[in-house]
């Protein structure tokens, strides 16, 4: 039974802000992090921060970040030092031209881009042929979700957990946009619009700064970038593509997915997916209050999500193993 959230404070947006502003640290003297570069083709290498714990990994857990995050976001510190505590390796990853990478990809990221994440996992895993998790965070939980289901059954991962998740991308982006959340749009959109600035003297032949002035929405920009520049077409086209929900009913290995009831960012209503019934690998909580990735309890452990999920990703390595067990008596007897 999973730990009850009790929520350091009730309104969701400041809820929200806390968890992104609290402070959360990675113990770098105990686990000190190696800058590994993957790359994945001519134009795109990915930047990971991997940390050991120096005794050997139980697994191994890959994090992905939200949107206009990197590998340097709050939860994921304090997310992979609770880890790292518990024996797991960790792999900290900026997704395409984040965390300062922009001159080792040539086009940004999306939120159905899972090729990357899925090359980088099978190289982690024919490396240390251990477990290999994924954890999303909002946009990144789009990614894992949307990866585990393409992959279907799999040896490759061990299990998902996904935080946040705008699974349907269209009505979360619209609940961004409404004027109860205009700080957050602000935000998105000036970090992506920045990004553009700097990919057009990088690589001018993909993206202009011309139409700028004319986008006033997340939404508006993916239909004027995004969508042309991944071949979606329109924004509508790639958030109908690219969401997670669509891919809910073929995941086959155990996934947690968290959100809040109150997030401002990703409305409830689109986890009455009948997946969450159906689909027997699939675990989802929920707790009344949390807003946006900003799980900070009242009493210490301060990050409730860190606790309850690792508990989760120990219960699947404990319950892989006992299988495991029972299948050599069987082929034994």
């Known amino acids: 039974m999973q730990p009850r959230f009790r929520p ?18 990675i113990d770098e003297r105990r686990f000190p992090s190696v800058r590994t570069p993957y790359r994945i083709d001519s134009k795109t290498t990915i930047v990971a921060f991997e940390h050991q714990p120096p005794d050997g990994a139980r697994g191994q ?25 518990r024996g797991f390796g960790v792999h900290r990853l900026n997704l395409r031209t984040c965390g300062g990478t922009e001159d080792l990809c040539e086009t ?49 991962l061990a299990g998902v957990v996904a935080v946040s998740t705008p699974i349907n991308l269209a009505a979360c982006v619209r609940a961004i946009d409404k004027p109860s959340n205009r700080l957050y749009a602000r935000r998105f959109l000036g970090r992506l619009l920045d990004r553009v ?9 993909l993206y202009s700064e011309t139409a700028l002035r004319e986008i006033k929405t997340i ?15 329109s924004a509508a086209n790639y958030y109908a593509t690219q969401s997670s929900a ?15 009831k ?18 027997p690998v699939l675990e989802l909580l929920a707790p009344d209050h949390g807003g946006h990735l900003g799980f900070l309890s009242r009493s210490r452990p301060r990050f409730w999500v860190d606790r309850v999920a690792m508990d989760w990703i120990e219960e699947m390595v404990s319950r892989s193993a006992i299988q495991g067990t029972n299948s050599g008596q069987l082929a034994s007897a």
């Open 108 to 156: 940004m990221y999306h939120s159905g881009l899972t090729s990357d994440t899925r090359i980088i996992a099978e190289r982690i895993y024919a490396r240390d042929r251990s477990p290999v998790f994924l954890i999303g965070f909002s946009l990144g939980g789009n990614v894992v979700l949307k990866l585990a289901g393409e992959l279907g059954e799999t040896d490759l």
């Open 262 to 279: 109150d997030d401002p960012m990703v409305p409830f209503e689109i986890y009455s997916h009948p997946a969450f019934q159906t689909n």
């Open 219 to 233: 939404w508006e920009f993916d239909d004027r970038f995004t969508a042309p520049l991944f071949g979606f077409g």
């Open 8 to 25: 350091l404070l009730q309104n969701p947006h400041l809820l929200t802000i806390a968890g992104n502003f609290w402070p959360r640290l």
């Open 246 to 260: 669509n891919f809910l009913n073929q995941i086959r290995v155990p996934t947690l997915v968290i959100t809040a």
């Open 197 to 205: 600035r700097a990919k057009s003297r990088l690589s001018p032949h």
């Open 61 to 85: 857990i890959l994090f992905i970040h939200g949107l206009e995050g990197s590998a340097a976001a709050g939860y994921i510190a304090s997310f992979a030092q609770e880890a790292l505590t």
